[in-house]
């Protein structure tokens, strides 16, 4: 069976831009949550998505924003990039919408300059 | 959530047992103890949690304390591919889902 996936694996945008990513849970998991991580941290919480409806929201700004698809993959959009934003962005699904175990993707790694 | 407290770095012999503590002493009774690792490059994976009973599964053994304020994950034969970072996280089973990871323990499993 696939597991997460996520793309692009790589990144390099210049600040002022905007990004989109996108994931594709496993095979029946309907819900997706991102993370970030930044170099030398452990991964923070952004969004969870279940059933296409935002389930719980991190303390990022309004610069970042995902959406569910009825596919239920998912994509997280971030704004006005800034050189902060550079870090690996990982994207993890689960059965439910409150399990804590999840799968997680390889990630994409947003480089800012 | 509790805070959970582990060492920064440990190192282990491949083929022997890996021991990793954490300590809970904050955690509260429908608390449940879950461990997560990441090996470099990759996302986190699921290993195991639980809640006051010891656990197995096919890859750790999780040791919960009688009193709950601490618990050890156990990897029995560690091979060169156990070398992550391991998270001891200590979560509610509320509605929510929402990860917090800490800085977690970095095992070096060494030939």
């Known amino acids: 069976d696939a597991g997460v996936t996520q793309s692009p694996t790589h990144l390099i945008k210049t600040r002022g831009q905007h990004v989109t990513l996108r994931c594709s849970p496993i095979s029946g998991h309907k819900s997706v949550s991102w993370y970030q991580q930044v170099l030398g941290q452990g991964p923070q919480f952004i969004f969870q998505y279940y059933e296409k409806e935002e389930r719980g929201r991190g303390n990022f700004p309004d610069r ?33 919408g409150s399990s804590y175990e999840q799968y997680f993707g390889p990630g994409t790694r947003l480089t800012v300059t | 959530d509790a805070k959970t407290t582990q060492p920064t770095s440990m190192d282990c012999a491949e083929g022997r047992a890996a021991n990793l503590p954490c300590n809970h002493s904050t955690i509260s009774g429908n608390e449940y103890v879950y461990w997560y690792r990441q090996i470099h490059s990759q996302g986190p994976q699921y290993i195991i949690h639980g809640l006051k009973n010891n656990e197995t599964n096919e890859m750790a053994s999780l040791i919960i304390t009688e009193d709950r304020k601490s618990s050890t994950l156990i990897l029995p034969h560690a091979t060169l591919r156990d070398t992550a970072v391991y998270y001891c996280i200590v979560l509610s089973n509320n509605a929510g889902n929402m990860l917090t990871f800490g800085g977690g323990t970095r095992l070096m499993v060494k030939p």
């Open chain 1, 64 to 96: 970042f924003s995902a959406r569910q698809f009825p596919n239920y993959s998912s994509e997280l959009n971030v704004n006005a990039l800034l050189l902060g934003d550079s870090a690996l962005y990982l994207c993890a699904s689960s059965l439910l």
